[in-house]
């Protein structure tokens, strides 16, 4: 049996969703207009990631949901899964980064702004499930990579032309 000492990290993919405990580390990539909702608990080192992809599962076109896809399951079904791997409930906080408008577009639809939408539904449903939001990288227009580790609770954030930042 080989122990691995390094961090290993859990990669979720876009409209998925894992939990992990220190020493492991979790990542995502391709954060558009996508949201990417961390949600951890500081004192028992658990966190768990949500790459939500869209604001409401009324836009759901088919019978069978994506619970991760979107930021109104998403974030509910990610609470339950934290929960479920030892999280205590009042001490849930999230970290949230992503939302970016990726095109500029010269139509007012609010159906081309779904990187917004996505802060605004990500928000709304943290909100109604008192979880605080301790740090926030949310909007402009370039792609984003996060990972956050459990162990410090700090979430690096890699955006494209920006550089990196740690919150």
Do not use: W
Not at 18 to 39: A, E, F, M, Q, Y
Request: charged fraction near 25%; proline fraction near 3%.
């Amino acid at each position: 049996m080989i122990v691995s000492h390094g961090n290993e990290v859990v990669k979720v993919g876009i409209a998925q969703m894992d939990v992990v405990k220190t020493p492991k580390t979790i990542r995502t990539s391709g954060l558009g207009s996508c949201v990417g909702v961390i949600i951890y608990d500081e004192s028992k080192k658990i966190a768990g990631l949500v790459h939500v992809m869209l604001p409401d599962s009324s836009l759901g076109r088919t019978e069978s949901i994506n619970e991760a896809k979107f930021a109104d399951t998403g974030v509910v079904a990610l609470v339950n899964l934290v929960k479920l791997q030892g999280a205590g409930s009042f001490k849930l906080k999230a970290k949230i980064a992503g939302g970016a408008q990726m095109f500029q577009f010269t139509s007012d639809k609010s159906s081309m702004r779904i990187g917004p939408r996505n802060v605004e539904a990500v928000k709304e449903q943290l909100r109604k499930l008192k979880i605080p939001i301790i740090a926030e990288d949310t909007g402009g227009n370039s792609g984003r990579t996060i990972e956050f580790n459990p162990e410090t609770s700090m979430l690096n954030i890699r955006t494209v032309n920006r550089g990196v930042s740690d919150i």
